[in-house]
């Protein structure tokens, strides 16, 4: 079962959701109840063995109110 990641277009706040079906219809915003939200391009995070933790991997893009 895939994770989304979903952003509120009225507060901004992102979320993830776990959805048993991609039909399934958006979630609201857990932060202000809005069921006006957007579905994220998700980034994929790839660590090679023997590679620390740390040493640059991925960092999730902060979700801020544009403008």
Do not use: W
């Amino acid at each position: 079962m895939p994770i989304y990641e979903y952003q509120c277009k009225a507060c901004c706040h992102c979320f993830e959701k776990l959805l048993l079906s991609a039909n399934d219809p958006a979630p609201q915003c857990p932060q202000c109840d809005c069921q006006d939200v957007e579905k994220l391009m998700s980034s994929v995070c790839v660590r090679a063995h023997g590679i620390p933790s740390g040493s640059g991997g991925f960092t999730a893009p902060n979700c801020k109110p544009s403008g």
